[in-house]
């Protein structure tokens, strides 16, 4: 499974962004798809998950209530609309996808890079 990821770049406090992922391969074998993101010196942070059959989602507290996932499963498609930016959201965001693991974790994008400007 590959996983591309597009949509970031440079915005400002309380800007919203849309984040997509395109995902290509075997991915009848995934059942979940995700998004985390890492800033430089931290580890990677979970943000949203959701599964590719049925409405299940799970947020991180950071990001509940200003981010929202979805997808668009006829073209293998996960989103990250993020409101309400925050100077703290700078990061490299990374899209995921997963076949057994929630959140998951299985494949993982490229990333792409998201900078807040305060």
């Known amino acids: 499974v590959q996983l591309q990821a597009s949509g970031g770049g440079l915005v400002q406090a309380g800007d919203s962004l849309t984040l997509s992922c395109a995902a290509s391969?075997?991915?009848?074998?995934?059942?979940?798809m995700g998004w985390f993101r890492q800033t430089p010196g931290k580890e990677r942070e979970f943000l949203a998950a959701?599964?590719?059959?049925?409405?299940?989602?799970l947020y991180s507290d950071a990001v509940k209530g200003r981010f929202t996932i979805s997808t668009d499963n006829d073209k293998n498609t996960v989103y990250l609309q993020m409101n309400s930016l925050k100077f703290e959201d700078t990061a490299v965001y990374y899209c995921?996808?997963?076949?057994?693991?929630?959140?998951?974790?299985?494949?993982w994008g490229q990333g792409t890079q998201v900078t807040v400007s305060s």
């Open positions: 995921t996808a997963g076949r057994e693991t929630w959140p998951p974790t299985d494949y």
């Open positions: 391969g075997r991915t009848f074998s995934t059942n979940a």
């Open positions: 959701i599964a590719r059959r049925g409405s299940a989602t």
